[in-house]
């Protein structure tokens, strides 16, 4: 049983990753990466050396030198200028492959060697995700949180049926899509955050802010994680902090820029169906989360 309480640990981090990749894209000003961006080299250990920002936290290309970009480590959860760590499968473990990330919005992007997973085709996926759980089986290819075989954009029929081809920093791939298809009986054709033109059948719990839009000034936010890939926790967020509202209602904290419901781990049932009181480490607020 000793096995679960890490587990559960990476879990919780692995479900805050998504709200603070939307947060770190928002500072970057958009969701894709100019089509012209480039790919850091990988260096050599004395090139590296004799590098003074190698390694040093950063808040934007301007803090790195030439070639180094300024990468977000969503499994860390660190900003660093760092070069390409791999350029071949071949530079990686045997279970690892060689995939390229997006660095940031403006600068160039890096190699990085990352997790062969369990992740079926259309499921969702991160690719620098600690857990292989989260991570897609060998052959596809993780591109908007979701799995997918490789495709080509010229030839529609290279994707299975709901599945449509799009370009993606590894070459295209096969994404899912439900629109003008019914679900399942109890599910909604719902489209996860951060991809607008992505969209699966799942059971809503929460809000379904896709169909009831959310209040002026509040963004909609449906979450769909690896762990229940045919469910999704939907939500109104208020954003919160020095350039937005300073303070939250009545009932919330503001946690990572976001208002969210605050609640007592001793009360039963505090958060309501389908939720659970909870905190992600000592340095957090009890707040209302998806029950997983």
Not at 41 to 52: I, K, T, V, Y
Not at 55 to 64: F, H, M, N
Not at 99 to 112: K, M, Q, V, W
Not at 260 to 265: E, I, Q, T, V, W
């Amino acid at each position: 049983m000793r096995w679960r309480t890490p587990l559960a640990v990476l879990l919780g981090l692995f479900l805050l990753l998504p709200l603070a990749w939307v947060l770190y894209m928002a500072m970057l000003g958009g969701l894709r990466p100019p089509p012209e961006a480039k790919v850091v080299p990988m260096l050599s250990p004395g090139e590296r050396q004799r590098l003074m920002t190698y390694e040093r936290p950063c808040s934007g290309r301007k803090d790195c030198e030439p070639p180094l970009a300024c990468f977000f480590n969503a499994r860390s959860m660190w900003r660093y200028c760092t070069d390409s760590r791999c350029m071949t499968d071949q530079q990686c473990s045997e279970d690892m492959v060689c995939r390229t990330l997006e660095a940031s919005r403006a600068g160039p992007h890096i190699r990085y060697c990352t997790l062969v997973g369990v992740r079926k085709e259309g499921e969702p996926c991160a690719d620098m995700s600690p857990l292989r759980e989260a991570a897609c089986e060998r052959g596809l290819l993780c591109q908007g949180y979701r799995c997918g075989r490789p495709c080509r954009v010229e030839e529609p029929g290279s994707c299975p049926e709901g599945f449509f081809c799009r370009e993606g920093l590894n070459g295209p791939s096969c994404l899912p899509t439900c629109e003008g298809r019914a679900c399942p009986e109890g599910q909604h054709c719902i489209r996860p955050d951060l991809n607008e033109d992505v969209s699966v059948c799942a059971q809503v719990h929460g809000q379904n802010c896709q169909e009831t839009p959310c209040p002026m000034g509040q963004k909609c936010y449906m979450s769909n994680v690896f762990s229940h890939p045919r469910e999704a926790w939907g939500t109104c967020l208020i954003r919160c902090g020095e350039e937005h509202t300073p303070a939250c209602p009545e009932g919330f904290v503001c946690e990572m820029s976001y208002c969210r419901k605050s609640c007592d781990p001793a009360v039963p049932d505090a958060c309501g169906p389908h939720y659970k009181c909870y905190r992600y480490s000592e340095k957090y607020p009890w707040t209302c989360d998806p029950d997983l």
